[in-house]
């Protein structure tokens, strides 16, 4: 039996679907545990998944009454990336798994994290994030500039998150390798 693990980062929109991809390895015959913030606890075990906590209730931070942009900016920034590259690396420090399937807020930590311990990863984007000639990086809206265009777009997406991200990725895989779990 293979052991799963999922770190799911984020709101209900970045869980419930990893929810759904745990049941169906479970009951495929996979032991699956899905480490998440705690409001998401029952909701997993409901589900017979087993449950990691990773960190605490995003909804307690001291953000009332921000605006929409403060609250996007505040979440995307590289200070918030490692707060919860942090909570990747401590929830998943004493688990054993065979495969770590990681959220897209969770591959910043979970990549370096699995590549320090030997596990293969793989990143569940619920959307095109990649370059891809089929359709632009979401982030982008419904819009196609061609196979080429496409491409292009996801590419400089991609060297801008290298761009905004590479020291607080490169800190945590640092880190992550003081996370290597002993043989």
Known sequence: MTRVVIAAMGTRGDVAPLTDVGVRLLAAGHQVVLAASRPFAAEIQRCGLEFRAMGGDFRET?????SPAKL???AVSPASVRAMGELVLTALENEKADV???SPWAEFAGHPFAEANGIPSIGVRLQPLSATAAHPPSVLGAWSLGGPGNRLAGAAG???VDRVYGNVVNDIRARGWGFRRPV
């Open 72 to 74: 996007v900016l505040t």
């Open 100 to 102: 770590l399937l990681l």
């Open 62 to 66: 001291e953000i009332a009454g921000a």
């Open 158 to 160: 991609g060297a801008l």
